[in-house]
């Protein structure tokens, strides 16, 4: 009986018949996750250093970049549209003017992520050790006790968090206690400093801030979005009919220069005027459609309900910086409670009542205009936009299949459709009846 191998051949067998590879370039694999690339202050030393705090409102911990001699740094993602993606080139300035030297020592960074490190007050990073996460209206009446520095320091999350570390430090601990004593109460027990937080006080700082925010001015897509946005008001469309009639005397005017007759003057005496004035008001009035015309033209006009003065939009401005610091640094816990101040006018300096006012108002116009359409729009305007969403979405379908049926194509394919066919037959013209 012919006898089997039973065993696979050598894997060494296998590889000397693979073709080597005929690059001149061997690309090295990275297995350490890609770099990140940060801008960071000038001002910051060498002493610097990337740390781990938690964050003041989720608590999470998050970096930040500390240095000893200029203060605690945030970092900003500035992250690239996830439909465009882009990397980095990162190599040294080279000093050489042409332009085909060598360039050495570069490195490409897969991720256009950018992380600016942009200057925080760090009373932020002190609220969850100051304020407790449980806390609610109830017992935030009770009242606070007195704690020293390091006790406050000792209350804040300690996983994975560098914070005892960087408050040993003595430019970093004097700016912290500096920050404590703006938004607290203190007193002194012996040679040590005892602090305890005063909301109207931490209001107060807020509200500062706020201000010079809202005063040097939003983004333009905030400003759009939050502050124009919702101060808007119903557009009204009026007929031709209720606009105002021109004057009395320019009528009699019109109706003098069609019968070509004038109205004679009284004073004698101004003869020559009166001559070049009627010579004048006869070349004017020989134009009558110039302002009748635009109204029988347009049959409506358009006119806004409402509009918002300088002191109102000022308001609002300042209103949404409030709720976006609330919203980014604040403990959710007294976000309620800091809001209710903003409307408390023995807390608050400043008077929301023009935009409190403006607002009400402008609903009871929304509320009125939409009570006045006739249910018929509504549907018109939903048919017409349903329409119009199945056009766009059915063009960008139609695209995208064009644009995946092109990347599958072969090379060879591609080719064949540039060759010229002319009088040749198709090859369906082979298999009909005969």
Not at 148 to 164: M, R, T, V, Y
Not at 422 to 429: F, H, N, R
């Amino acid at each position: 009986m012919r006898g089997t191998r039973s065993s696979k051949p050598a894997a060494a067998d296998t590889a000397k018949d693979t073709p080597a590879s005929k690059s001149r370039f061997t690309l090295s694999s990275k297995p350490e996750p890609p770099a990140k690339i940060f801008i960071l202050p000038s001002s910051a030393t060498a002493d610097a250093r990337v740390v781990t705090l938690p964050h003041p409102q989720s608590g999470q911990p998050s970096r930040y970049l500390v240095c000893p001699e200029t203060g605690i740094y945030e970092f900003t993602k500035v992250a690239a549209p996830n439909t465009e993606p882009r990397s980095w080139l990162i190599a040294s300035a080279n000093s050489n003017k042409d332009s085909q030297a060598k360039v050495e020592n570069a490195e490409t960074a897969t991720s256009a992520n950018l992380f600016v490190a942009t200057h925080m007050d760090p009373l932020f990073l002190l609220l969850p050790a100051l304020i407790d996460a449980k806390e609610t209206n109830a017992s935030a009446d009770r009242k606070r006790l007195f704690l020293s520095f390091e006790d406050h320091i000792d209350k804040l999350p300690q996983d994975s968090s560098n914070a005892w570390e960087i408050s040993r430090w003595p430019k970093i601990k004097a700016l912290l206690e500096s920050r404590l004593v703006a938004i607290c109460d203190t007193v002194d027990a012996g040679d040590e400093s005892m602090f305890r937080v005063n909301e109207d006080k931490l209001f107060s700082v807020i509200l500062s801030k706020a201000t010079r925010l809202a005063s040097g001015g939003l983004p333009a897509s905030v400003e759009e979005k939050f502050v124009q946005k919702p101060l808007e008001a119903p557009i009204q469309l009026r007929s031709a009919s209720n606009v105002a009639c021109p004057p009395a005397g320019v009528a009699a005017t019109l109706e003098g220069a069609e019968s070509g007759t004038c109205t004679p003057k009284t004073d004698s005496a101004e003869s020559q005027s009166s001559t070049a004035t009627e010579g004048s008001t006869l070349s004017a009035a020989s134009q009558p459609s110039t302002t009748a015309s635009s109204f029988l033209e347009d049959d409506v006009a358009v006119t806004t309900a409402m509009t918002a003065s300088a002191e109102v939009v000022q308001l609002q401005r300042l209103r949404v910086a409030f709720d976006y610091i609330c919203a980014s640094y604040i403990p959710s816990n007294i976000v309620e409670r800091l809001k209710q101040s903003l409307s408390d006018k023995t807390t608050c300096k400043t008077d929301f009542e023009p935009l409190n006012t403006y607002v009400t108002e402008l609903e009871n116009l929304r509320k009125e205009s939409i009570a006045k359409r006739p249910t018929g729009d509504f549907s018109r305007k939903r048919m017409r936009d349903e329409e119009e969403d199945e056009i766009r979405l059915e063009k960008k379908r139609k695209q995208e299949e064009e644009k995946k049926r092109k990347a599958n194509e072969s090379r060879g394919v591609r080719d064949l459709k540039k060759v010229n066919t002319t009088g040749m037959k198709k090859l369906s013209a082979f298999f009909t009846k005969k």
